[in-house]
């Protein structure tokens, strides 16, 4: 009897964990129902996430996209690194496929501030130059690494994290996202540069320091 209660019991224990695998999914975005659904961009139909266009329509151009490619101007904000997103917004393929990719380039000493994406988890692959990557934990610990050509540093989703070109020239990286439409909420901007924008005494309390220095730092973001 002892024999099949401890066989009975290892089963339940295999069920179990069976389960609690097939109901944590790894990916961030639903499983997709059909084969492809194409975003239909225009559509006036508001779903979590896209609507699909109709078969008939999809060609091999909607599942194609070179926006990567090309360079992007460093020059074009005070930070020195510029984002060319790859997600459902410019690459409507991608709709319910559950991924999404980023090419970011850095002027020497640019720096992707500090942000985070509320619905993904990212993987940093660097393609020149070298990139002080690193993310903080909700218990206020700091992880990072200089990361050069060919390694990959991974950001746990919805961690604020940042990159920093330290290298002596230009630097490049692609970043890889487990959603469609991973977001982004970019800290000084949305705090300093929000419409409306958080009363000044709030972020002066918050941050510790006066107020006419948030106002000051609020001048930078248009506020």
């Known amino acids: 009897m002892a024999a099949f209660s401890y066989a009975g019991s290892s089963l339940m224990f295999l069920i179990v964990c069976l389960t609690l695998a097939f109901l944590s999914p790894c990916h961030s975005d639903p499983d997709p129902l059909q084969d492809f659904c194409v975003a239909d961009l225009d559509s006036k139909v508001l779903v979590n996430g896209f609507t699909c266009k109709p078969a008939s329509t999809v060609t091999a151009q909607d599942f194609f996209f070179t926006g990567l490619a090309k360079q992007a101007n460093t020059s074009a904000n005070p930070f020195g690194a510029n984002v060319t997103s790859a997600n459902v917004l410019s690459f409507p393929g991608l709709n319910t496929l559950g991924l999404s990719m980023n090419r970011v380039d850095y002027a020497p000493g640019g720096l992707n501030i500090p942000h985070s994406h509320p619905r993904a ?31 990959i540093f991974v950001i746990p989703k919805g961690l604020v994290h ?25 800290l000084s901007p949305t705090l300093f540069g929000s419409k409306p924008t958080i009363p000044g005494e709030i972020l002066a309390k918050a941050f510790q320091i006066d107020e006419q220095l948030v106002n000051d730092i609020k001048s930078k973001f248009g506020a």
């Open 162 to 186: 940042f990159q920093y070109n330290v290298g002596k020239g230009k630097a490049l990286a692609i970043t890889v996202f487990n959603s469609q439409q991973p977001g982004a909420v970019l």
């Open 121 to 151: 988890t990212e993987l940093v692959l660097v393609l020149q130059g070298r990139l002080f990557v690193g993310f903080v934990s909700t218990g206020n610990l700091l992880f990072s690494k200089v990361v050069r050509p060919g390694e």
